[in-house]
């Protein structure tokens, strides 16, 4: 018998106690033993579910639980979630998490910690909800040499972007009907400012690179910039917005990872990744590229992977567990200042001078533009120092990169 | 130190040897001790090779050998590669493979015996080349309920059924390409003929739904009766011309797995899995559609994966490992008679028949269609033998499913 702990009673949460309770028979054939739910750990009651015998509010009795060898961590946040991790990390039980905030910002830490105790810190469900990739980049591309990681890894964003590109709705007007489909929250910062994504392409890039990479390392551009002028012109090159979070390896050794709108080209499978769909392509010096795709967010996608993490803790209990990473440090990513792209420009003004600086430029259109816009494509790949050398003091109404 | 044996020095095993060599410090670090190549077994000697002080011609030279703790069969076929993996197991060594045919006709009992003797026979390069599929679906949908597998399981003829939709070449000229490209084989009965396909479902629908699933128990038709005329009926309907393998689980519990080309709706991603790619795609109770893409052949893609599994078994020795499934029967699987679907249909005779037949059907038109040629699809979904009863023993020159 193996007892599990659910910390945080919310959508997730739930949808962990409801994968094991429906799939339950399923689940102990896979590890041939019982996993039992033994406690939820609420601030609330809930007298009317039917786990309400198990809510205790005060994480000791977990802690001090022998029986506890599993924890699972959906509480979000840094902050309790950190301590109850650490605490029971510290006696000895293994934790799963969907936490992307903590693992970003503390995973090195904590995954010493785990080692420590000989227990072990999982998260697949931290990144593309139920999509299998934490486990895959660990173990089946481990005979490749990680070059670059692409994904769109965020749902809200790619929710938005796909209803201004189909719809036409503007992005405030897609932002509005993502919060009334409960595809975003009251408070979207997170998502459309990129901070989600970013905290995603980090734990993504220490995995495949093998060292700590922050979220403050990470130069973070979110979707509030796109307008549906720049969804025409995309159109008119072919072309779809989608928000990107990127992470490559330099050709010196470096690594280097960014979020920001790209434009991406129909025959790229990424483009047709629409809705709350998320897809992540993985770069390796064998396999070349793989794609992995499905629903990036939601309940029980993502206590689906929870559930997948509980059952690898149950199956290594008191056995090595190799996923991790080393130390960050101001070394460990460098600034994608001169990673070179193509570029989309979008400029309001400046025709003539626009028009010596970019002289092998593609130049877009679309119907119903204003007097003076212009938009174009770069002829050559620049970084973005020498775009803004090129652009001598223009400012650009936008100006996202093309995705190779 | 863990001394590795490859069984076969043709293109997976060559590209074994090289990953190995490539990636190798990468690789110790992963499971934290030196990976080391100790034989190549072939009947050729190759004097030019660097790996040719490694090659011996007598396979109970590794088989005695106790340092040798994993083989690789990349040998093929199910005669020596049978006898060699039964005796390396019943040696106590681990044993990865590529051979899908090995697997999908004898992959229980080399399971059993691999049980039997506390090792691993593994087989992730088996399906997909280089797409992690296996053991993302043992291990990261654990936690689901697996309802169907659907996928694009066989490049050579993924590549074919490309070029004629895309460049307009009869079946014919395209196979002609792809031999001259390497893409198919002199002999492409395994390929063209759906077997190689066939095998593969088979491995996935034993894994997901828990018994043996052999390549007899599924229905195979490949794509040598897929014409231009159809090409041009299912782009008049925004659908294209896939060759799937489907293995799902009926309402009663039973499976069904078959192998035939489709028509693919082009909202559908598999519709854009084009030339030599594979995709697959997962629909588990909890975590809904996901699907892995990738190159499905190829000697670095498919050797990575092989790599993968040595790496696996590597961190396993002397452990359990959790990969199998139950016998098989003949109650196994049932035939997907009874699996209704609507049909696309192209008819060169019976035309006041068919219309009465079909009534409700949408008819096709293509430019260039002879007198009496009619296409539709069927307007309601139907099982096999319903679509029959509807033709009275008219014969179709094409009748294919629409997937759903």
Redesign the interface.
Known sequence: MVNVAVLGFGVVGS?VAE?LA??GA??DR?V?DLIRLKYILDVREFPDSPFADKIVHDFSVIEQDPEVSIVVETIGGAKAARDFTERALQSGKSVVTSNKELVASHGYELLQLAKEHGVSYLF?ASVGG???II??LN???????IEEICGILNGTTNYILTRMIRAGLSFDTALKEAQANGYAEQDPTADIEGHDACRKICILASLAFGRHIYPDQVPTQGITGVSLADVAYADACGRKIKLLGRAMRRPDGAVSAFVSPHLVALED?LS?VEDVFNAITVK????????????GA?K??T??????D???AA?HLG?RN?LGWGPGGPDAAVPPEDVASVWYLRLTEGGEEVRAAFPEAARLTRSGAPEGEQALLTGEALTRSALERRLAGLVPAAAFRVLD
Chains 1, 2 share one sequence.
């Not at 173990?139 to 040499?145: K, P």
């Not at 390796?284 to 629903?295: E, K, L, T």
């Not at 206590?303 to 997948?308: R, Y």
């Open positions: 949808g994968v429906t799939n399923q689940i896979k041939d697949e139920g999509i299998p486990r895959p173990q089946c591309l481990a005979a490749n040499r499978p047709g390796g010096n064998a396999i070349g590229d793989v794609m992995f795709y499905g629903r939601g029980l996608p206590a689906s992977a929870v559930v997948a509980v059952i690898d199956k056995k190799y």
